[in-house]
């Protein structure tokens, strides 16, 4: 049988081999590098030597080789596989050492971990109801689930949220102007790529969400921080310092991490100004549906009569973060030029997630899991927040928010947020300081803890008492006016 | 009842309104707007006083009437649902014109169109043995399937991974080095978050695949055409224009679009050069699973030992394109680098679709799928070059690749390809002009047609004969030596 390059990784010691053995020899080095573990199927045969384009026979005679040997063992029908019996024997010699991430990673891919950010409440999911509805999905879907999904998202998702969002956010827009984003991330990045011109500048709250800092000043976009106070962001003081601003991310219903409500006479001026320079708002509408006191605020997209604002809502918080799903509502006359970028970019979710959130909405399980989590997550925070007040009296000021998913702990302490955050998560409690919130110098100190995990008012406790632990050592002051 | 603006969307003539009233119109719009539609359901009354913070009452008031006015009808326990009979009644008001796509999308959520490419055969897909292994995972989904997936993508779709490279690629890497991303354009996003200085310079097939273009360049990379001939890159043209480009992209198993491989000579020269350069080689082995004649090339990759080859493959062409899966293997040097990178974009597909391609892989079904779909391919490529030499004789060139999921017909034409390729389009036959995947000047002149869904040889027939009379017209010239 003739030797030519094309048939294998060309090893040198392995030039002079025949076919069989330079494949015994390749099934050998997987085993060794922990690439086939022991117990893991090898292909049949038949296919494997249809897959490499080798005779039966080249493919056997390494199979027997490797059986001989004790490398693989045959289960009859029911295939070969590396042996089991390999573990003990076969010092798994890995390639890598793996990555030591540098922090705890926000995106994990394990969870919850106690007081995480930004999760809902795992263990309340309806995962039977989720399971029935996207079986039903996965067994209807014709051709359209396999192809590329379309670019701007799956049609009955969007007319099932432009129907949510007029009932329940006061926004009246057509199916046509939603887009199906996969996360906010993608929500920025495809405004970044349909409306940004290199050193635009944008105003950002300060203290604003982080993440959304990257992507917008990787989008090219100049960044402006403008404070925040009890009615929200401080729109003189944008106008002060940027009037020419050509984008505002704002977080209305409650602002992301602090937790007010902007007011309605900022909102007016927020709109007015974006009106007169021609400007886009950015409406970060991320947890919306949390609020535990008085009535949702419409959002501020339902006050825009001009088409200056761009919506943006997820449904991380109200189903599940692995859902990669996310949601942006343009103007009209935007709807286009959206339109093009996100057929360019398709960066999309697939379909089956997309078709079985849209049978969630329609069947009306979304807003009865909705509300029942409104009942839960009042709970959990009235528990979290008694269990601190007990726990650490007047050195912790709660913010008093209507909403959220996550409380404020405001902190006064010789050390920093971020030596204090760095001993709670050493002590495995997930919180994040306030300050790495803020763009600029002057950020006040705290602590952000998620209370949506919270299973009881025992935990509750033990978290708290942690936590205590963990941060007392370095003086908690007395808070008094916070910040 | 005190009228507060918090409820609902202000509109002024509703200002004055009781709460009731205000709900009512907000439901009459949205049936006017066509963002609630005939037969829709609405929101139980209890759940939606829930949401909206009214009374029961409230909200029982507006639907009594909308129930009274017709808009609504009540199912008794199966729910209240808009009226049915109001599709021939109402005059749906669209508040946005759709908005035309200026080409027929290349992702368009629909499919397949005749001759489309980049598709695999969807008849063809064992949708069965796929829905079963997806509902067991979905089943089986414990809290990771619920939180974000981990940044670098699922273990155990990594290690099947690296497992299916070692044997069938001659690849030798950890499952460290193996991170998942939602599709090749999301590597490249990666790669050029991780490596690209604004500035580096980078080789690119001319042709080449026209999407990358778009992705690298807007990663800061200058873009640099090298021509490819029958052996593939000519990697001495890329050294005389830009010998000290910090990265190249090839597809040494078939090149894209026209098919060769890329030869053993030039692959050592790309190698060596990368080597001396500390450059980076993107190979995008996009469908090297596909070939009818001779064994499969290893990759690139396998000849790679001072860890200068970034390699990506993609599941959209073998499983099929809504999956949106793609891997990249990094050199292990590069694995700390780009996990924290990975961290940052978090540019994920969900955990269900990334769990169901493990179990696809390590139980055989992607091997046996393979195969079938190899001998499957092989005649479809059959029919379709016979009907097109019947049908055109000399008119078209038709390029020998030894694989592949397309064919490049040559042609002359006194009309440019991509007036061809309008009007085929027109007749309902998806081909591409040749000269768009062309950076510079100088472009051949052709089309290429994707054959995986031609069912049989009477579809191949009518296809030719469909294309021909689109584009006879034009007076195709016999080609003679192409290009």
Same mark, same amino acid.
């Given at each position: ?13 392995? +030039? ?16 060794? =590098? ?22 039966? %026979? ?7 080789? !490797? ?46 971990? =106690? ?17 029935? #509805? *996207? ?6 879907? &014709? ?19 432009? &129907? ?13 102007? #939603?887009?199906? $984003?996969?996360?906010?991330?993608? $929500?920025? =990045? ?11 500048? $944008? ?7 982080? *993440? ?74 991320? =947890? ?30 109200? !189903?599940?973060?692995?859902?990669? !799903? ?43 899991? !909705? ?7 009042? @709970? ?20 008093? &928010? ?15 947020? $971020?030596?204090?955050? +760095?001993?709670?998560?050493?002590? %495995? ?19 952000? *803890? ?8 025992? @935990? ?16 908690? +002051?007395?808070? %008094?006016?916070?910040?």
């Amino acid at each position: 049988m003739p030797l030519s390059f094309s048939h294998l990784r060309p090893i040198a010691p392995a +030039q002079g081999l025949p076919l069989y053995r330079q494949l015994y020899q390749r099934f050998r080095e997987s085993i060794a =590098d922990g690439r086939l573990q022991p117990g893991d199927r090898v292909p049949a045969a038949r296919a494997l030597a249809a897959e490499l384009n080798l005779s039966r %026979g080249t493919v056997d005679a390494a199979y027997q080789l !490797l059986l001989g040997e004790g490398y693989l063992v045959s289960h009859g029908a029911a295939g070969t596989r590396v042996s089991p019996q390999l573990a003990a024997a076969l010092p798994i010699r890995a390639a890598v050492p793996p990555a030591a991430p540098e922090r705890p990673p926000v995106h994990g891919g394990a969870g919850p971990l =106690d007081l995480q950010l930004g999760l809902p409440a795992l263990d309340a999911f309806p995962r039977k109801l989720w399971t029935r #509805v *996207m079986g039903r999905e996965l067994r209807q879907g &014709g051709t359209a689930s396999l192809v590329y999904p379309e670019a701007r998202g799956h049609a009955g998702l969007r007319q099932a949220i432009a &129907g949510y969002l007029g009932i329940s956010r006061g926004i009246a827009c057509h199916p046509d102007q #939603v887009f199906i $984003c996969a996360g906010y991330r993608a $929500c920025l =990045d495809l405004i970044g790529h349909t409306l940004v011109q290199p050193g635009d500048q $944008c105003w950002l709250e300060e203290p604003g969400y982080f *993440m959304a800092r990257e992507v917008l000043s990787q989008a090219g976009l100049e960044l402006v921080p403008v404070a925040v106070d009890a009615h929200g962001l401080d729109v003189a003081q944008g106008i002060a310092r940027a009037r020419h601003a050509r984008f505002a991310v704002v977080t209305p219903t409650h602002q992301s991490p602090l937790g007010m409500s902007l007011s309605l006479p900022r909102r007016q001026a927020l709109l007015e100004w974006a009106n007169r320079q021609a400007s886009w708002i950015i409406e970060d509408d991320y =947890d919306s549906e949390y609020r535990y006191l008085g009535r949702p605020l419409p959002a501020l997209k339902s006050l825009d009569d001009q088409g200056r604002v761009l919506y943006t809502g997820t449904f991380s918080k109200v !189903l599940f973060p692995g859902l990669r !799903l996310a949601y942006l509502v343009v103007p009209p006359a935007q709807v286009q030029a959206f339109a093009h970028q996100a057929d360019r970019l398709h960066n999309h979710s697939p379909h089956l997630q997309q078709a079985s959130v849209a049978g969630f909405l329609n069947e009306g399980h979304f807003a009865r899991h !909705l509300n029942k989590m409104r009942q839960l997550y009042k @709970q959990r925070r009235q528990w979290l927040v008694q269990a601190l007040q007990r726990q650490f009296g007047e050195r912790l000021a709660l913010n008093p &928010g209507a909403g959220g998913m996550h409380l404020v702990a405001g902190l006064r302490s010789a050390a920093g947020d $971020c030596d204090l955050a +760095q001993r709670a998560q050493a002590a %495995g409690l997930a919180v994040e300081p306030l300050s790495r919130w803020y763009l600029g110098p002057g950020a006040a100190q705290g602590l952000l *803890m998620g209370f949506t995990n919270i299973a009881d008012a025992a @935990q509750a406790a033990q978290v708290a008492r942690r936590l205590y632990e963990a941060i007392q050592g370095d003086g908690l +002051q007395p808070v %008094g006016d916070w910040p």
